[in-house]
C-alpha cells in the first residue's frame, strides 16, 4: 500500500513515462511513480518479482492482507483461516480490535451512503484498478468532485477521497 504524499495526502499514485531516471531508479531496486494529485514524483522500493499486484486481488484476499499487515504492526501472529492450531491459541486470550477514529471525511463519506468511496473500488465492476479523469467544462462550473475512471469496465465515478 502506498504511502500518503507529503505535499498532498493523496495515496494513489500512477505510472510515469519510461526514461533515464526512471530506468536508473529501476537498478537501484526502486520504482519511480507519481501522484494523482499533485504529479509530484513519488520513489518506492520495488516489491519482490512473484507478489500478486493489488489490482489482481480479490476483495476476500486483500483483507487477509491488510489484517496480516496490522498484525505486523502490532507484533502478534495474524489470524487465518488456514491454520486452526493457531486460532485456538488465540481464542483463548482474545485480543481487542484495532480500530482508528474515523475522520471527518470518512464520516461524511458513511453519510453520503456511497461505499464505492470508503474501498476506494469502482462501483460498477469493483476494480480497484482505475485512474483520474479529466473533469468536463459543465462538471467544472457546477463544482464536481474530482472523477476517476475504471480500467476495466470503463466506468466514470467521483474520485475516491
Given at each position: 500500500m502506498a504511502s500518503a504524499c507529503p505535499r498532498c495526502g493523496a495515496t494513489k499514485t500512477e505510472s510515469v513515462r519510461h526514461g533515464f531516471v526512471y530506468d536508473t531508479l529501476g537498478m537501484f531496486g526502486f520504482r519511480l511513480r507519481r501522484c494523482s494529485a499533485c504529479n509530484r514524483w513519488r520513489v518506492f522500493k520495488r516489491r519482490g518479482l512473484n507478489e500478486r499486484r493489488p489490482d489482481e486481488m480479490t476483495v476476500e484476499e486483500l483483507r487477509e492482507r491488510f489484517n496480516q499487515e496490522v498484525a505486523k504492526t502490532i507484533k502478534k501472529p495474524?489470524?487465518?483461516s488456514e491454520n486452526p492450531a493457531k486460532n485456538t491459541a488465540m481464542?483463548?486470550?482474545?485480543?481487542?480490535p484495532v480500530s482508528l477514529p474515523p475522520a471527518r471525511s470518512a464520516r461524511r463519506k458513511a453519510?453520503?451512503?456511497d461505499e464505492s468511496d470508503d474501498y476506494h473500488m469502482c462501483p460498477r465492476c469493483g476494480s480497484s484498478n482505475y485512474h483520474r479523469s479529466r473533469r468536463r467544462?459543465?462538471?467544472?462550473?457546477v463544482g464536481r468532485r474530482r472523477m476517476a475512471r475504471c480500467m476495466k469496465c470503463n466506468h466514470r465515478f467521483p474520485y475516491p477521497r
Open positions: 495474524a489470524m487465518t481464542e483463548e486470550k482474545p485480543a481487542a453519510e453520503s451512503g467544462w459543465y462538471e467544472r462550473l
